[in-house]
């Protein structure tokens, strides 16, 4: 069983679209997270929910909206793509925050490629 | 969270140990040293993580130095699928439980 799932894995769409990633962890954890990692490889956090509540924004633009209809989804929609938003995102989940042992575990990421 | 820092890129010979090393000289008391693993086109793998004492399991070994402000990752037989990219994360408690990754190490292993 794939611990954290994305869905799609592969995406190419235009500028101007909106599209959106879905994400589903079945580890029964409570925070939830998204990453942006860009053409330089660099991996950033962009949004964490903890039981459904946002707790992190880390000033992304609010064409991205994290929404997380229960603790075990936090789904990625993405507003009038633009060229820079080409990257691998990568969904994550946690046990409760607080605790620095906590380990975070990834999915397999899901490549959007706007054009 | 304590930055840290590593080399930029390493090689190991197949079978062989990996050492590969990460200074976090401004780590605090409830800092935890994590360890992740990408291996190309995958999402980021969790390998070990401590605190103060070294830790081991079926994937390696860390070792935090007396004072935390080093620590070193061990792959005790490097196999080709070994090759990733590396990176260290120190990692505190209170906060919002986030990683912050550097560049990392990227390590080649060769045949």
């Known amino acids: 069983d794939t611990a954290v799932s994305q869905t799609p894995k592969y995406l190419v769409t235009q500028m101007g679209n909106d599209k959106s990633i879905k994400c589903e962890q079945n580890?029964?954890?409570?925070?939830m997270y998204w990453y942006k990692q860009d053409s330089k490889k660099f991996l950033k956090i962009m949004f964490s929910?903890?039981?459904?509540?946002?707790?992190i924004n880390e000033t992304v633009p609010n064409r991205f909206s994290p929404k997380s209809p229960d603790k075990a989804h936090l789904n990625l929609h993405i507003n009038s793509l633009e060229l820079g938003d080409s990257a691998v995102y990568f969904c994550?989940?946690?046990?409760?925050?607080?605790?620095?042992?906590?380990?975070?575990?990834f999915g397999e990421g899901s490549w959007l490629t706007v054009v | 969270d304590a930055k840290t820092t590593q080399p930029t890129s390493m090689d190991c010979a197949e079978g062989r140990a990996a050492n590969l090393p990460c200074n976090h000289s401004t780590i605090s008391g409830n800092e935890y040293v994590y360890w992740y693993r990408q291996i190309h086109s995958q999402g980021p793998q969790y390998i070990i993580h401590?605190?103060?004492n070294n830790e081991t399991n079926e994937m390696a070994s860390l070792i935090i130095t007396e004072d935390r402000k080093s620590s070193t990752l061990i792959l005790p037989h490097a196999t080709l699928r070994d090759t990733a990219v590396y990176y260290c994360?120190?990692?505190?408690?209170?906060?919002?439980?986030?990683?912050?990754f550097g560049q990392g190490t990227t390590l080649q292993v060769k045949p």
């Open positions: 994360i120190v990692k505190g408690g209170g906060n919002t439980g986030k990683l912050i």
């Open positions: 401590g605190l103060k």
């Open positions: 994550a989940s946690s046990p409760p925050t607080g605790g620095p042992g906590n380990t975070i575990y």
């Open positions: 929910y903890n039981n459904k509540e946002l707790i």
């Open positions: 580890l029964g954890h409570d925070t």
